[in-house]
């Protein structure tokens, strides 16, 4: 009897083993996450960035939700190169890549994909007509055209294969300067330098937000999926951010960021009708006048950078999260103090900004001796972040530019670091800055205040 109980057993037993072989890999998700999810990605205007010393981009946003939701720590690593951060998988140093990478045959012994599909192509870039006839619909309209494009880009031989395909006739026009590449070109056609231009359909949607008057319709290339990935041995995380991205929560964060980073303006289009022979620049002067004495500023020049900020509007909200007069960000929000209750009010906005202003002076005083010169710096470092603005003065000294000095020294410095070959420059720290939108501000900002001192008394 105890022998046919022990036979019975030990049956059992096998066949309990033998299930449990057949689940383990067809259960890959069940498999317990890392306590630290160790993450590789690019900085890039689409996946990873700093804006005004927060950090941001749709894939670096996206991963630190999900690392939240399970409860686990990210620890983020920023390759050099696409070619490295593969390397970095492929040796174990990183669980994850949380970047567009490209799924074809090249890859698929390397990276496993997850996460989110996006499918891209070469779109052409051209300014939107009154009379849409006038629109570049066929690439066979591309004959007799000039089109720019960076010099050795893909854009390049795309359009050399389509004016091949064509039989010629395509004017093609290569643009090799440090501070020139694809977000300079689609900035010029938008303002009429140049006709046309090609770039990927992600980095187009993205600047689209920024100039509306453009068509990107026109597609030059066949569709390209992408995706994040994970090394070949660890479909279990493949299964897990896979099972994640299928949750309604996750559906729904993902939307919002899709309309954040491609949909939502990035340009302040509320309008405020200055009348300064009135002698008043806006409803909150006496707010202008009260906190720039605090350091030692005109307080036009305060006023001005309100006016580029938010057009005076005391409830604006900038696709960042940005809010409020000065347009203060939730982390300067919470790090001065300023209640979400408050963020809204003229007073405590202003009041919020000028502190942050005093700071900026006092990080900035032993770099930029000059204190009139200093006030660019502070203005732009208020726009982007003092870490970019650091970033161009190590590059204006390290290219022969004089590192006191904003005008056509630190900018044209700033203006490098949308460059990938400066991105990863030894004296840069913190990536890549747009930069172009960063002198823009200080510009405007200078423009508007000129003009006030010639019309409203101090």
Known sequence: MNMRWLILVLAIAMVATGFAGCNKGQRSEEKPLPDTLRVATLYSPTSYFSYRDEEMGFDYTLVKQF?????????????????????????????????????????????????????TSQVLVQPKHANLDSLITDVTQLVGRDVYVEKNSKYQYRLENLNEELGGGIVIHTVDRDTMI????????????????????????????????????LALSFPQRHSWGVSPSKPWLADSINNWMDTEKSRKSMDELLKKYFELSKNDESHYSIDFSKGRISPYDDLFRKY?????????????????????????????????????????????????????????NIATAVRLIRDLDKALESRIPDPEERKKFILASYNSGHAHIYDAIALARKTGRNPRVWTDNVADALLLK??????????????YCRGRQTTAYVREI???????KREVPI
């Open 446 to 452: 200078y423009k508007f205040y000129n003009h006030a």
């Open 292 to 348: 720039a004495s605090e350091i030692g500023w005109d307080w036009r020049l305060l006023a001005a950078q309100a006016y580029t900020e938010s057009h005076f509007n005391p409830k604006a909200v900038s696709w960042a999260g940005a809010r409020g007069l000065m347009q203060i960000m939730p982390g300067t929000a919470r790090q001065y103090g300023l209640s979400q209750a408050r963020i809204n009010d003229p007073e405590a």
């Open 182 to 217: 694809t977000e300079d070109l689609i900035d010029m056609v938008s303002r009429g330098m140049i006709s046309l231009t090609v770039v990927d359909s992600d980095i187009a949607r993205l600047n689209k937000t920024y100039y509306k008057d453009l068509d990107i319709t």
């Open 67 to 119: 690392a939240e939701d399970k409860g686990l720590v990210l620890d983020l690593k920023v390759a050099p190169s696409m070619s490295k951060m593969i390397e970095m998988l492929d040796s174990g140093e990183v669980d994850l890549l949380a970047y567009d990478i490209p799924i074809t045959a090249e890859f698929k012994g390397s990276v496993l994909p997850t996460g989110p599909v996006n499918n």
């Open 418 to 431: 949308s460059n990938p070959k400066y991105i990863n420059d030894p004296v840069v720290k913190y990536g």
